[in-house]
Nanobody, 115 residues
Framework: VQLQASGGGLVQPGGSLRLSCAAS????????MGWYRQAAGQKRELVAI???????NYGDSVKGRFTISRVNVENTVYLQMTSLKPEDTAIYYC??????????WGKGTQVTVSS
């Protein structure tokens, strides 16, 4: 199973980015898909999770600015990020959990918010 994330990069404060992550390979039914992030010297933290029935949960620091969505038939999850702040700078990791309790992580994509 591979998780291929894309869409990271450098953006100015107040700008927007859209991350995507596609799961490929032999994978049983996906339950939750999500994004986590880890800033330099910090612990990995939840950004957003979306369940198989599209229930969402967001980290407090991104509520109202980020939106997570998924396309089940494509095993793909998206993260639309708006009103970006310098403190959003981090490596963003895609995460997938299946109904058989397997868990997979992507390699991460760098998001840098700086003027």
């Amino acid at each position: 199973v591979q998780l291929q994330a894309s869409g990271g990069g450098l953006v100015q404060p107040g700008g927007s980015l859209r991350l995507s992550c596609a799961a490929s390979g032999t994978i049983s039914s996906i339950k939750d898909m999500g994004w986590y992030r880890q800033a330099a010297g910090q612990k990995r933290e939840l950004v957003a999770i979306i369940t198989s029935i599209s229930t969402t949960n967001y980290g407090d620091s991104v509520k109202g600015r980020f939106t997570i969505s998924r396309v089940n038939v494509e095993n793909t999850v998206y993260l639309q990020m708006t009103s970006l702040k310098p403190e959003d700078t981090a490596i963003y990791y895609c995460n997938v959990r299946t109904w058989s309790r397997a868990e997979y992580w992507g390699k991460g994509t760098q998001v840098t918010v700086s003027s």
